[in-house]
């Protein structure tokens, strides 16, 4: 196709929700209402089934107070969806989008969801439907190909970050064995980010296990003990994701539930954690251990949101919707940060499939040698994703000479 | 003892910590500097198992910067215990406070931390050691007795309300079954703050379930599958505290590890999470089940705090230490609420023994009858405790025409 369409604009929003996806879906809606380019403004309730069974609402009557009360509220407000496409049902989405005289398709997600917008927008050209197919990024794992970072990756930074302070000093409070197991299927990027919780030299976490290491049980016991040893206490992060020499995640050998991207369960159970807390139990002959799975918390709590993060998250969704406009056929807007000392990012548009399906992991220089840690490397790429953190205040504690 | 003792004074923490039992100790710090009866202020670090191992700090030693910022930082500041005095400890400890010429003795925390002053109280009566001895209430469970409500709860209610808001928006999104697994021993507050999360006729938590009342699994299961039936999702608050017909707490059927107090663990792991879980993915064959069980967080994550809370955890610190010195041996402060429309509270001293120990439980009319939800008398309770919660943004949502 040449130039820009006239015509309807369909938008939704697919995969895990985030904190700031609201803020992507705001974004393209305001930026749509400034092309003329673009007549109906359409969202689909939970993705691509909303488009099928044609449950779509009429984004223009939603007033600007309504619009910016849902940028700042957490988790898909338009619903969502873990779901790709057969071929007939792509057939079966041109018929309706032809049918609504849909030109603009604006799909809000991770991987999964680009290369959904990937499969219909291939299928559009064969049947020759003229469709400008836009992917919007979102993913709290930080794993999208391409991107420095992803748009509700430092927010659910900042949330895990918060809850290591906050853990951190409860294990202090009452010593023990701690392990917070964090999101993250692939990549570590998230139970990393944990590491911006201390402040003093023995703060927690003391041991960090990404997904991006091969995991070892007996390792993982050497590692508890001496952090044991020396503090009395332990707190241990562990993706999700953590697996053995044969790329096996832990936690799957307990749920073996998949959905229709061939992805297992890892998140909404206890399991992990408590494998791990009954393996210090029995071998280490520690009997305070705890484990808490912060879960959905990291995705969708409100109120802990990174100031940048819901910045660019609006950003993406206008830059899409400016690239549609000008006439681009399609394309996932990626974030590339600025080569200056200062944070910065800049936007880009860049085919579909090199963003689809493949997840990114993290840079092997993000993780310590001996894969217990994060690097200072990972620390300073990390750090202005987040932003500010809770102030934690802690006593001098001059002992009190013995009588 | 007659009048107020001139002498040193200790403060401790003990139990489980809090968002703002900080606020208790900085209060009870700065006002003992305005009494010229008391002399030195020592810190015990880990409640009373710092007196025994006299590992004291010195709390005139931090300056007015580090006691705000101590004030404002989750989690307590002088390291917790879990741990009752046997007879013999108790002989130990009144060596120890005499030897550093200890008159006035302050211990944060809940029922068995109170039960603890008790003791401590009594054995100092019973070898004619004179001792200002005053507990100072903390609990997030808010099931001390005598109390309207307890410091530590109104912001972990916020924390619950806030994560059901994120929940509840999360489970619209991806439809399902969610159960979130909230703290509290033997009392329900935590779990019923909950509904504080709803706005919208259709918002979750759909079920809530107390200690308080006999937990049936067929009851459960029949609630979900009618709210599931009805909305094509439901969000489940459980207590992990929930017990049979019997008393036995569904929890404890996984573990057995227990404190001195003869606590039994229930949290720290997903068990019970992961039980309703599989019982309703394999009784009511619903695919998308999950649980998550909040853990620590709900005590220790730092930023969400309840104004109220804070300030009234404060002021219990600040009243213990003018009981003291105004002469009074001993006593708790108790938080009561004004007979008024408009919130409010004074404090009162209560004999210890009325205070330690035994806890209370949620009233009747607090619970819906049928067990699984709560009654706008408790909302009405719980409310000014908890605060401003964030603003949720929602579409009106005009459906398009279908063609």
Known sequence: MAGSLKGNMLIAQSGGPSMVIN???VGAVMEAKKHREIKNIYGSLHGIKG??????????????????AVAKTPSSALGSVRKKPTEEECGKIFAIMQKYDIRYFFYIGGNDSAETVHI??????????????FHIPKTIDNDLLENDHTPGFGSAAK??????????????ALKGVKIDVIMGRHAGFLAASSALA???????PHLIYCPEHVFSMKQFLDDVKQVYDRLGRCVVVASEG??????????????KETDSHGNVQLSGTGALGDLLSHEIKTKLEISRVRADTFG??????????????AAEARAVGIEAVKEATAGHPEGSIVIRRRPSKKYGVFYERVPLQNVAKNTRHMPEDY????????TEEFIEYARPLVGALPKIGRFKAVAVKKI
Chains 1, 2 share one sequence.
């Open 198 to 204: 201390r402040i003093y030299p023995d703060d927690g």
């Open 367 to 374: 993780i310590s040698a001996a894969g217990n840690d994060v």
């Open 23 to 25: 803020e992507s879906l």
């Open 120 to 133: 219909v927008h291939e299928e559009a050209k064969k049947v020759n439907y003229d469709l400008h197919c």
């Open 242 to 255: 953590i697996s053995d020499e044969y790329g096996i995640a832990i936690a799957t050998k307990f749920n």
């Open 51 to 68: 488009v099928l069974e044609e449950n779509l609402i009429d984004l223009r009557k939603e007033n600007k107070a309504t619009l910016d």
């Open 296 to 309: 959905y918390l990291q995705r969708s709590f409100p109120g802990v949101i990174s100031a940048v993060d």
């Open 159 to 172: 949330f895990v970050a918060c809850a290591l302070m906050g853990d951190n000093l409860d294990n202090r």
